[in-house]
């Protein structure tokens, strides 16, 4: 078996990333809820520019099994600041820590 890594994510990650917050958020809150995840998921990650969000997934044996996003909020004063936007980690590995790895990564 992998260990469990964490990377950046990669374009071709977005489908595997969208569904996966959509299982995890329909499995905790509900269908209606984890699909309007998972549309905030796909469009953040397919419409917005690079320079304005970071995504990190967590693998195992290849499989997506946790993902973050955080994105740039604009101020006045220019700051340059980030915003924990979601995070999601598959049902079949919660209670493992993955989340906040993610988090501290």
Known sequence: ?????ISSYEKNNIQE???????????SK???EGNNIGELVLDLLSNTNESD??????????KIIGSIICSRLSFETLENVFML???AV???FQ????????IHF
């Open 17 to 27: 990333i969208t569904q996966m917050f959509i299982i995890t958020f329909s499995d």
């Open 95 to 102: 209670r493992k820590g993955i989340g906040q790895k993610l």
């Open 1 to 5: 078996m992998d260990a469990m890594n």
């Open 53 to 62: 969000f970071y995504c990190f997934i967590a693998t195992e044996n290849k």
């Open 85 to 87: 936007a979601t995070v």
């Open 90 to 92: 598959d049902t079949a």
């Open 30 to 32: 509900g269908a209606k």
